[in-house]
């Protein structure tokens, strides 16, 4: 089954950068007090199996405390560094349908300082296809990936990789959004594709026989 979706963010760091703005409140109890907790995302560009992974970085928050980051019903915690930020890994599930998922950061045993922040994250089902095979490919044959309903007139990168080998492939979209790329798998198994574009990003695994 192709899960594919799309991810209005800024671009991978290896494939592009930016990174997305923080929705913030400034609570009673900030630390410092004159700056609110701030909270980013940022697509790590690694393929995972059901979902897209994020690099979620919080700053301005109270040295030594507990941030729960969670979003698209997953969460993951993080301790803050003396540099008053802390970074964690969140992987958020792939959806087939539109929807927009809220990734929260929120202070837990946090002695006078109890603030939260948060990012919205835009997720839609992008098209990526396989060739007339499908999603099964041939070692040392070429395989085909088809992208559809991309921005148009715009650069597009696609990462095919097998965890040990990795094939970085990149073309502009035509007048429609679309464009194909092709690589050569030379191992068989399972081979995860990213495609990444203004930060959209769409995923889908292959089986090399």
């Not at 003396?82 to 087939?96: C, G, I, M, R």
């Not at 092709?182 to 026989?209: C, K, L, Y």
């Amino acid at each position: 089954m192709t899960r594919t979706f799309r991810v209005t963010l800024a671009a991978v760091a290896a494939i592009g950068t930016g990174a997305v703005g923080s929705l913030v409140a400034a609570p009673a109890f900030a630390y410092p007090p004159e700056m609110a907790m701030k909270v980013a995302a940022t697509p790590t560009g690694q393929p995972t199996r059901h979902g897209q992974e994020f690099t979620v970085v919080v700053t301005n928050a109270k040295p030594g405390c507990t941030v729960k980051i969670s979003g698209g019903g997953e969460a993951v915690r993080a301790t803050v560094g003396d540099n008053k930020s802390a970074t964690a890994v969140l992987t958020v599930e792939a959806d087939d349908h539109r929807r927009t998922v809220n990734i929260t950061a929120r202070t837990e045993r946090c002695q006078g300082s109890r603030e939260s922040a948060s990012t919205l994250v835009t997720l839609s089902p992008g098209h990526i296809g396989g060739n007339e095979h499908g999603q099964h490919g041939k070692k040392g044959h070429r395989y085909d990936v088809n992208l559809e309903d991309w921005h148009p007139h715009r650069r597009i990168s696609v990462i095919a990789t097998n965890g040990r080998d990795r094939f970085d492939l990149s073309d502009r979209t035509d007048d429609h959004g679309r464009v194909s790329v092709h690589f050569t798998p030379n191992r068989s198994g399972t081979w995860a594709v990213v495609v990444v574009q203004d930060g959209q990003t769409s995923n889908m695994t292959i089986e090399v026989d």
